[in-house]
């Protein structure tokens, strides 16, 4: 089973891709989609639409995992990762793929048994399951790659 995992936002996107075989799971393909700040938000999210279309014609995964929002501090942000977000589920969609959705917290307990774990031990953990000699870069892909991790976990590869 592929599996492409999405850590959603409108200035940097995340990606990552694995395979998940026999109860192992490999790297694909891991990155960020970034669009310049002060461009409108429709040119954001035809950026996104684009690289995330992209990604999926030239990797195949057959289920897509996405981050859930989890916060209301900032209004703003919320509302724009919420459009960047809806964006790469359409995506996924119009692909025909399954959408399996998690919060932070899920993905974190999941992945290190505690609900509040740091970005560097999270990131440690995605390291360790993909069996990679350093941990993935940036912070976006990681937390991209942790989504698919936590899909592959809660679905076995099904």
Do not use: W
């Amino acid at each position: 089973m592929r599996i492409i995992g999405i850590d959603p936002g409108t200035g940097i996107l995340g990606f990552g891709v694995i395979d998940y075989k026999n109860g192992k799971m490999t790297l694909v393909d891991a990155g960020v989609i970034t669009t310049p700040a002060h461009t409108p938000l429709p040119d954001r999210l035809l950026e996104i639409y684009e690289g995330l279309t992209g990604i999926i014609a030239d990797t195949k995964p057959e289920m897509m995992a996405i981050e859930k929002l989890f916060f209301a501090q900032n209004v703003t942000t919320a509302m724009s990762v919420s459009h960047a977000r809806g964006v790469a589920m359409l995506t996924g969609k119009q692909a025909n793929l399954p959408i399996e959705e998690y919060t932070p917290m899920q993905i974190k307990q999941t992945m290190t048994g505690y609900g509040k774990a740091d970005k560097k031990q999270m990131q440690e953990m995605v390291r360790m399951q993909l069996r990679l000699k350093e941990v993935p870069k940036p912070d976006d892909a990681a937390d991209a790659l942790a989504t698919a991790i936590m899909c592959a976990m809660m679905t076995r590869g099904k």
